[in-house]
């Protein structure tokens, strides 16, 4: 089955730095992957929408120039914290579509950032 | 606007069954699909519906009906495995995003 690798599983880092955080699928091509963001006891929102060759999609109320998506490769997308804060801390996950929707789409195993 | 509705908790016993609903108001359908979340992991894909009718998957099973905006899971022979947060999500756009219910809580109880 697909399988989605990202890292770091967790990650601290002081206020007014940045975070990079990797997703790679890793038997299959994404030319689309999907970053969300959870926090505690909630649900996972969409941030952003990551094509690779072009520009991220972001949703409303995501800044762009914060959270930054690369998705240079048909395996690889980033997501970059920029300038983090302490409310930037939460569970950051990244998914991709394998070759079938029967088979739903697979997560990474998400980042917990926590910024000091 | 966009929501998916489903209950914040469920308790049950080992053995038992449990039905989880979620109705949904979305822009965009391109099908149902469900996601177990234990506590600190990442969502794992469990069932997905583009069509009217019910999906079967060991003891688990999904169902939709896109007349009525509604599905819902069937978790069947309960183990305490199974505690976990279980979401129903919509396939909104044609590029795939998904749209996420708030989760339900189910507890097992022995």
């Known amino acids: 089955g697909a399988v989605v690798s990202q890292h770091p599983s967790r990650v601290i880092c002081k206020s007014g730095t940045s975070v990079k955080i990797e997703c790679r699928s890793l038997?299959?091509?994404?030319?689309?992957m999907f970053w969300y963001r959870q926090f505690p006891k909630q649900s996972l929102m969409l941030m952003a929408t990551?094509?690779?060759?072009?520009?991220?999609?972001?949703e409303q109320g995501v800044e762009k120039d914060k959270f930054l998506i690369n998705h240079a490769s048909l395996t690889l997308s980033t997501l970059t914290v920029t300038s983090a804060h302490p409310e930037d801390s939460s569970f950051y996950i990244c998914?991709?579509?394998?070759?079938?929707?029967?088979?739903?789409?697979?997560f990474g195993s998400g980042t917990r950032l926590t910024v000091v | 606007g966009q929501s998916l509705e489903q209950p914040s908790e469920v308790t049950a016993v080992e053995g038992a069954i449990v039905q989880i609903n979620c109705t949904y108001q979305?822009?965009?359908?391109?099908?149902l699909s469900w996601y177990q979340q234990h506590d600190g992991g990442a969502p794992t894909f469990l069932s997905y519906?583009?069509?009217?009718g019910l999906e079967e998957t060991g003891r688990f099973s999904s169902f939709l009906s896109r007349s009525d905006s509604y599905g819902y899971l069937l978790l069947q022979e309960l183990q305490m495995k199974d505690s976990a947060s279980y979401f129903c999500?919509?396939?909104?756009?044609?590029?795939?995003?998904?749209?996420f219910g708030k989760g339900t809580k189910l507890s097992v109880k022995p």
């Open positions: 998914s991709a579509r394998g070759d079938s929707l029967r088979y739903g789409y697979t």
């Open positions: 038997d299959f091509q994404a030319t689309t």
């Open positions: 990551s094509n690779e060759g072009s520009k991220a999609t972001y």
């Open positions: 979305t822009s965009g359908f391109y099908g």
């Open positions: 519906n583009a069509l009217d």
């Open positions: 999500a919509v396939r909104e756009g044609s590029q795939g995003n998904l749209i």
